[in-house]
């Protein structure tokens, strides 16, 4: 079938709860089999470990000892690289609360595993001490992790290493068959480049593993990681479970990331895998051509009336001035969504090896999970030059790419009240031109920096940053305006762009009125 009819045949399987409550956990506990279990008594050998590890982050996509992700390469950012960082830990470490009882927050972790423990036929031997001894390797884990910002000093956040150099530094895990694992059918190599986040780390997290006298916890911990990662797909006490711990640990607030009503749940897993399919029902139907094109205009019209304001900077030399006027005209501009996405070819292709089944929700997680980052990461390591968005279609969040020298506006944001087919010019300019202007001027960042304009005026320009810094450090709210000042130079500037470009779209074009609200066009636009 095409890309489409799977997203809607994965949206119904997830929506089918009769058939998920059914089954119950037995398809979980099929899976669990497969990786041998809670109860192995011979994990002690380094191979059955790697092994069980490999199977994890391989087939399930679960990461318990460390996170693999591909991402642009800080050394050249043209191309992608492969990076390595610590695992995204389902128990909050010990520093998130600060304030809070943290044994409390450990009771609470604890009874929630013993409830899994419950639901799944858990370990048998005493699961109450396999779980308590789990918790303290975690935490033992947790510990070892270096601080981000002690990383940022200490300048360590990319280090480049090789799969040969890690085998080097955390003998623990046999690294070549590992990364064999996840990147399958990609080829890999000692010589393989990695850029690693935390290398303190992964070589503490190596000796933990070695050191650990209870190999058997080791296991465990994978198991628990496995069953985290897939119980968003399970029956209705799964989601119970979370959502209580959820609760306790992050208030009502935080138990409100994970949805209460079914519909929307299942749309947010479908769109987490067929973001693609997603993204074109989205723009059939909330972004016509018309509205893309009007986009398209309002943006080049900002866009002249930067180029025009560049020619009024007294701190500016004229050499740097062409420069920015280069920068403006080389600019790359995303409006609503990524090209290749209404090309249902592509998209088709796209999914062309994922089977999935008409009603067992889970085994259709699990086949996705795994068919969709083989894909993923296939398309970061082989064709560079692609650069995929940030963001969905449908998100209200625009956004500036260095790496690319590109701004995306997607589609989500093109609605009332930031924009609308039928409204004055005026209301358009004054919203969704504001936010245009604002990451139009995000690609001059570089001036403001110290150093950034050895050419410029740099007193002239000091002068006017200064007294930005005092506008916003004058309001009534707490700001600091040393530290939001690109963001500030955007705003403050997107809002004169803005205004000009509409003084100038005025020229070209008929202005609507607003009956009954009595107010000017100007006053419309603010
Ligand atoms: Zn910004």
């Not at 990147?183 to 986040?197: D, G, K, T």
């Not at 002249?304 to 740097?320: N, V």
């Not at 500030?488 to 500037?493: F, P, S, Y």
Request: charged share 20%.
């Amino acid at each position: 079938g095409s890309a489409k009819e799977k997203a809607i045949q994965f949206y119904r399987s997830c929506m089918d709860t009769q058939q998920i409550e059914s089954q119950g956990t037995q398809p979980l506990k099929d899976l669990l089999n497969q990786v041998g279990g809670w109860n192995i008594t011979d994990v002690g050998n380094g191979k059955d470990f790697n092994e069980t590890l490999q199977t994890v982050m391989g087939r399930y996509n679960t990461f318990p000892f460390f996170r693999v992700h591909v991402g642009p390469s800080p050394f050249n950012l043209k191309t992608n690289i492969i990076q390595i960082d610590h695992p995204e830990f389902e128990m909050p470490p010990k520093s998130k609360f600060k304030g809070k009882n943290y044994l409390e927050v450990l009771r609470v972790y604890l009874s929630y595993l013993k409830k899994l423990g419950d639901l799944l036929g858990g370990p048998q031997d005493d699961p109450s001490d396999s779980f308590s001894l789990t918790l303290s390797f975690i935490s033992n884990l947790q510990q070892v992790v270096t601080p981000l910002q002690e990383r940022q000093q200490r300048g360590m956040l990319f280090f480049l290493t090789t799969i040969k150099e890690l085998q080097e530094k955390a003998p623990a895990i046999d690294w070549l068959s590992c990364l064999q694992a996840i990147f399958y059918p990609m080829p890999m190599n000692y010589s393989q480049p990695i850029a690693v986040h935390d290398m303190d780390y992964l070589r503490g997290m190596s000796q933990l593993i070695e050191q650990w006298p209870k190999k058997r916890v080791l296991h465990i911990y994978m198991i628990i990681c496995l069953v985290g990662n897939l119980s968003p797909a399970l029956d209705s006490r799964f989601q119970d479970a979370r959502w209580e711990l959820s609760k306790i640990l992050y208030g009502e607030m935080g138990s409100r990331m994970i949805s209460a009503e079914r519909w929307r749940k299942c749309l947010t897993d479908t769109s987490s895998f067929f973001e693609p399919v997603l993204g074109e029902m989205i723009v059939q139907e909330i972004f016509p051509q018309q509205t893309k094109k009007l986009a398209e205009q309002m943006f080049s019209e900002i866009q002249d009336a930067l180029y025009r304001q560049l020619d009024q900077l007294e701190w500016m030399d004229e050499q740097t001035r062409q420069k920015a006027k280069a920068l403006v005209s080389e600019l790359q501009v995303e409006i609503g969504y990524p090209a290749y996405i209404l090309q249902t070819d592509k998209v088709n292709l796209e999914y062309q090896k994922l089977e999935l089944n008409e009603d067992t929700f889970f085994l259709n997680v699990v086949t996705c999970l795994k068919v969709l980052r083989e894909n993923s990461y296939l398309k970061l390591l082989q064709d560079q030059s692609q650069h995929n968005w940030h963001v969905s279609p449908w998100t209200v969040h625009s956004y500036y790419s260095i790496r690319h020298h590109m701004v995306v506006f997607p589609a989500g944001m093109f609605r009332s009240p930031f924009f609308h087919m039928e409204f004055p010019s005026a209301v358009n300019f004054g919203a969704i031109g504001v936010f245009m202007a604002h990451e139009l001027l995000h690609t001059f960042y570089g001036y403001v920096l110290p150093g950034g304009c050895p050419t410029c005026n740099r007193s002239a320009l000091q002068k006017s940053i200064d007294c930005l810094i005092k506008q916003y450090e004058s309001y009534s709210f707490k700001v600091n305006g040393t530290f939001t000042l690109l963001e500030n130079i955007a705003d403050t500037g997107g809002l004169t762009i803005a205004y000009q470009a509409y003084k100038n779209w005025l020229k070209k074009h008929k202005e609507k009125d607003l009956p009954k609200t009595g107010l000017s066009h100007d006053q419309l636009f603010y």
